[in-house]
């Protein structure tokens, strides 16, 4: 009897130490899943932020220093202009006091040869005899006292008739009418025009008897006297147009 309490006692030992053994083996699953997760944590974190960084690049615009692209009428100023300077230039003034004076017109051959002895801008009025609009700026436009002082003045004033059938010698090359339809046009006035034959347009010559700009559509006075200045100062080179006619605008106050 003895011995069989003996047996029973160490059986259940042994089956108590095997239990706890059991227990202890199977603790040991669950680092792993642990390591997983941190590791998966670890991976995202640099990758999210390398993604955000991307982005801002991508989505930060470039500012460009000056808008391309201005005409008058639309507005003046083809060329882009790559300051803007902190002073305005002063515009000419412009007397009042001769309410009378008028455009000293003349043609283009009068121009060239007035050139070879003072060098001026030339300033083109391209219409035709059946230009309704052209009329107009005849008996407005041009009839105010500062623009025709400013362009007598400052260029060589000329009226050109783009249906005229006179030849004509300008740099260095001879232009003539051509017969269209029941009309026709001067070479010269379609390469002036850069081929857009629209009237009133006026055109805008440097010293050299290059095209700085045409300017097609009706004008009023007081915009003209505006661009006037803004191409008679030079100022095309380096002011947008808008920022001129503003300071202009500001200045005749």
């Not at 011995?3 to 669950?30: D, E, F, V, W």
């Not at 010698?169 to 081929?195: D, M, V, W």
């Amino acid at each position: 009897m003895r011995k069989l309490l003996i047996l029973l006692l160490i059986a259940g030992t042994s089956a108590a130490l095997s239990a706890q053994n059991t227990q202890r083996s199977g603790s040991k699953s669950s680092p792993p899943t642990r390591t997983t997760t941190t590791k998966t944590r670890t991976e995202l974190t640099p990758k999210a932020g390398l993604d955000a960084s991307a982005k801002s690049r991508t989505e930060t615009p470039n500012t460009p220093t000056q808008r391309t692209t201005t005409r008058p009428a639309q507005a003046p100023g083809t060329t882009t202009p790559k300051t803007v300077p902190s002073q305005m230039p002063d515009a000419p003034q412009l007397k009042q006091d001769d309410p009378a004076v008028e455009i000293e017109w003349m043609t283009i051959e009068e121009a060239l040869e007035r050139s070879k002895t003072e060098k001026r801008k030339i300033f083109i009025d391209v219409f035709t005899e059946w230009c309704g609009w052209c009329k107009r700026m005849d008996q407005s436009t041009f009839v105010d006292p500062s623009v025709a002082q400013y362009l007598n003045e400052n260029y060589y004033p000329v009226k050109f008739d783009a249906e005229q059938q006179d030849e004509i010698s300008f740099n260095n090359k001879t232009y003539r009418f051509r017969k269209n339809g029941a009309r026709g046009y001067h070479e010269l006035a379609a390469e002036l025009l850069n081929n857009r034959l629209s009237f009133p347009t006026v055109v805008f010559l440097d010293e050299n008897m290059h095209v700085i700009q045409p300017i097609p559509g009706y004008l009023e006075a007081q915009k003209l006297e505006t661009i006037l200045n803004y191409f008679g100062t030079d100022s095309h080179k380096t002011t947008p147009w808008e920022t001129y006619e503003r300071k202009f605008s500001e200045n005749q106050r």
